[in-house]
């Protein structure tokens, strides 16, 4: 009997989930959101390249660039400094889960949702928690309120949120890591909405691990955790007395395939790496400096603009992050009705209140490509003109 792959029969396949869809047309929205935030045109160029293996010699050159810049932007010189696989939350994810051993005791500041996350990532490793709370969404945690906290749990950890992304507020961080020292204690940060876009000097400040996400200060889509440990994090790891509870976040795994010995672990997301390289080599072109500027510029533009359309915004002066402004939503306004307004009719992505700020703000965050004063004068203009037909309580046609 002689088989022709041409005449074979088709095989019996039930079709009751194919779908006849014509191909992708996503529209163009200016995501002026908590994030995503929009990807720079070149970067995305770069994620619609032809992929190269893993083990490529030019890859392999490609992602000790990727490791370089992170250092740059994160100024520090910590070697374990990687962009993990997935997004923000796996990188924060892998910093607990490397150093948290079971019965650790960790302090994790929460002035909102974020610090939230993180009690609950460590108390599912295992720690023993603690928190200290800002006195409102909205505020930070005193220098005062963190000493006390060290002294009385005498912690393993100190989890804080430099830029809490639910409330629009930046923790200040003088004098942390040097009293995280006296108490032998590690510092956690995360810096999901600072990288890139907010002063932040790692190695200067004592901070020994860190994470941050690709698709908020970065101009890159969502999809890597950039993930940073410096040597006193990776004794602790080194002195575990069991495995890393987690396979795929693993650095004594991970820091192989990242390390000279270029050993597999798992397939690397080649095009999304293409992208996050193209991303921090315009922040680099651009300068750290003049980036963190440019940010600082134009939420001052925003806020200025803001007041004048007789809006309050939620933060005091000082302690307001540049990437993410929470505005409060004026009375009588359905705010959830406001921001769908936006988005169907004018293509304009603005976030609303996560916790106990929900439905009380909306956030506005203007991060990495999109911190432009062209964006700032539209959304401002948007303000302007749609809102006072929503003051009324009228709703959208
Ligand atoms: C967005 C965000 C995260 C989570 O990152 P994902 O990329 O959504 O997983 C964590 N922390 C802060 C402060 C964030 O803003």
């Not at 680099?284 to 440019?294: F, P, S, T, V």
């Not at 004063?373 to 401002?380: I, S």
Request: with cysteine; proline share 6%; hydrophobic share 40%.
């Amino acid at each position: 009997m002689t088989l022709s792959p041409l005449s074979s029969p088709v095989e019996t396949v039930d079709e009751s989930h194919r779908l006849h869809l014509g191909a992708i047309a996503t529209p163009e929205r200016l995501l002026l959101g908590p994030g995503p935030s929009n990807a720079h045109p070149t970067v995305l160029e770069a994620l619609s390249r032809p992929p190269l293996g893993h083990l490529d010699p030019l890859y392999l050159e490609l992602m000790t660039e990727v490791q370089e810049m992170l250092r740059y932007v994160w100024q520090t010189d910590n070697r374990i400094t990687i962009p993990v696989s997935g997004t923000g939350s796996a990188a924060m994810e892998a910093t607990i889960a490397n150093v948290i051993e079971a019965g650790d005791t960790v302090v994790v500041g929460v002035i909102g949702y974020f610090g939230l996350r993180l009690v609950d990532m460590c108390s599912r490793y295992g720690a023993v928690v603690h928190t200290i709370e800002s006195p409102s969404w909205g505020e930070a945690i005193s220098l005062e309120a963190i000493a006390e906290a060290l002294e009385t749990h005498r912690p393993a950890l100190l989890a804080l949120v430099h830029a809490e992304t639910s409330t629009g507020v930046c923790q200040p961080l003088d004098g942390v890591g040097e009293l995280c020292r006296q108490h032998d204690c590690l510092l956690l940060l995360d810096t999901v909405t600072s990288l890139g876009a907010v002063p932040l000097r790692l190695d200067a400040w004592g901070v020994d691990l860190a994470y941050s996400c690709s698709q908020k200060g970065l101009s890159c889509p969502p999809g890597l955790g950039p993930f940073t440990m410096g040597p006193r994090a990776e004794a602790k790891l080194d002195r575990r007395q069991g495995k890393v509870p987690n396979w795929y976040l693993d650095m004594s795994g991970l820091k192989s395939y990242w390390g000279k010995e270029r050993t597999y672990h798992h397939t690397a997301p080649v095009n999304m790496n293409f992208g996050l390289r193209e991303a921090l080599r315009l922040l680099c072109d651009e300068g750290l400096g003049q980036a963190w500027a440019r940010h600082r510029r134009n939420s001052e533009r925003l806020w200025a603009g803001m007041e004048s359309l007789g809006l309050e915004l939620h933060v005091a002066r000082e302690l307001r992050l540049p990437t993410l402004t929470t505005v409060r939503i004026p009375e009588g306004v359905d705010g959830r009705a406001f921001a769908l307004h936006l988005l169907n009719s004018h293509g304009v992505e603005i976030g609303g209140g996560l916790g106990a700020l929900a439905g009380k703000v909306w956030r506005v965050g203007l991060m990495g490509y999109n911190s432009t004063p062209e964006n700032v004068d539209r959304l401002l203009n948007l303000l302007a003109d749609e809102l006072p037909a929503f003051r009324s309580g009228a709703a959208a046609a």
